[in-house]
C-alpha cells in the first residue's frame, strides 16, 4: 500500500519504521524540516512508572491557584475558546479517581510494549541513542509528597511493577551520592529506562531514509481529496499525494487538521520548556522527577543534563515566557542546591507543544467516517515514552491483525 503519514514527530517515525518494515510504500510529510519536533526536547523518559494521566482529581482547584503565579509549573491560559471550553469540560469530568484507576492499565501496557520495543532497537547496529534501563527517582521534599508517594508504591506493586521502592533520605544519598539534595525521600522505579531523544530522532530518520521511506520537508497538509468514505489524496502546500491509507500523527496540530475531515477530539497545545547543559559536571547518576516543581531532570552522560518542564496550556501563537523557565530553574535550585544552574536567555531555551488530550490517554485508532484513515495522537506529555509502542500498534491496526493489547481506551471518538 501507498501510505501517507502526516507528522514528522517519534509517532510519525515509528509508524514508518513498523509500516515499512511490513513492505508498505511510505512518504512522510512535515510542515518543519523534521529537527524541531516534540519529540527533540523532552526529558528522554521511557516511562512504565507514569501510569497516573494528567487529568487527576485535585488538579482544576490547584490550576486555578497556580494561575496567578508566573512560574507555576502547569497553567491555563484563559481565553474565549470553544475549542479550549469543549477541552477544559471533558478534562474536568475525567479528572476523577475512578478515570484515573481506569487508565492505570492501559498507560501501562503501552509503556512497556513501547520499552520493549524500544530495547530492541538499541540492538541495531548503528543506532546508539544513549538507551539505558536504570531506573527513575521521584524526588520529594514534603510529608504531604511522601503519602502520596506511599499510595503510588502500592498502585504499582499492583500494576506488577514490582521493582518500585520508597527510599528514605540516606538510601537517596546512596544513589546520589556526588552532591546534596534537599529531600526527606524518593520513589525508585526501576521500571523506567530512558534515551537522548536528539540522538534516537537522528538515528530514526537516518535508518527510515537508507530503507527507502520518503521524508517530504516544510510541507503543511491543507485539504483531502475524498471518495466516498475513503481518502484519496492528501493536498499540501506542496502539491499533493496519492494515497491506499493515511496515518495523522501531527501531535499538536492533529485537532486543527482532523476538523477538515469532520472529526473532532478534545485536545489542546500544552507548551513546556527544557534546557540542556554541555560540559557541566553536574555529578548526578539518575534521572529524576522534582515532585514539588514538577521538573524532569536528565544526565545523558557526566557532562550532559537536561532539566525540563511546566505544562502551559495555551495557543500556537502565544509568546513564550521566560518566567516559565525561571519556574524550572528555581525549582532545581531548591532540590540541588549546588548545582549552578542560571537562566538562560529565551534564544537558547528549547519550547514545544505537547498534544494533550482531555484525559491524558492517546487518541489512537479509526474512526467510522473514513476506512483508511488511522489517528495516532494526543500523547501528552508521554509522547517519546509511548511513540514506540504507538508505531507499532498503528501498523497492526493498518493491517488489520491482532493487536499487541486492547486499544479500546484509545478509540478516537470516545468523547
Known sequence: MRIVIIGGGIVGLSSAYYLKQAGHDITIVDQTDFSTSCSYGNAGYICPSHFIPLATPGIVKQGLRWMLNAQSPFYVQPRLDWSLIQWGWHF????????????????RDISLLSRQEYATWSKLPGFDFLYQQKGLLEIFQTEEKAVHA?????????????????LDQAALAKLEPNLPINAIGA????????????QLMLGLIAHLQAAGVQLLSKATVMNFTQEGKKIKKVIHSRGELVADHV????????RQLLSTLQISIPMMPG????????????GLNYPAILVE??????????????????????????PP???????????????????????????????GYRPCSADG?????KVPTISNLTIATGHSMLGLSLGAGTGKLVREIVDEVTPSMDLKPFTVNRF
Open 293 to 318: 516543581g514538577r521538573v524532569a531532570v536528565t544526565p545523558f552522560n557526566s557532562s550532559s543534563i537536561r532539566f525540563g518542564g511546566t505544562m502551559e496550556i495555551t495557543s500556537h501563537q502565544t
Open 247 to 254: 496515518v495523522v500523527a501531527t501531535g499538536s496540530w492533529s
Open 92 to 107: 474536568m469530568r475525567a479528572a476523577t479517581a475512578k478515570r484515573v484507576e481506569e487508565a492505570a492499565i492501559p498507560l
Open 321 to 351: 515566557r521566560i518566567n516559565r523557565v525561571a519556574g524550572i530553574v528555581k525549582a532545581v535550585k531548591q532540590f540541588y542546591p549546588t548545582l549552578q544552574v542560571e537562566t538562560p536567555p529565551l534564544e537558547k531555551v528549547w519550547y
Open 150 to 166: 506511599q499510595h503510588t508504591l502500592e498502585k504499582a506493586h499492583e500494576l506488577g511493577l514490582s521493582d518500585t521502592k520508597l
Open 187 to 198: 520513589l525508585y522505579f526501576g521500571c523506567d529506562a530512558h534515551c537522548s531523544p536528539n
Open 361 to 365: 490517554l492517546p487518541y489512537i485508532g
Open 271 to 282: 507548551r513546556g520548556y527544557s534546557i540542556t547543559q554541555e560540559e557541566f559536571a553536574h
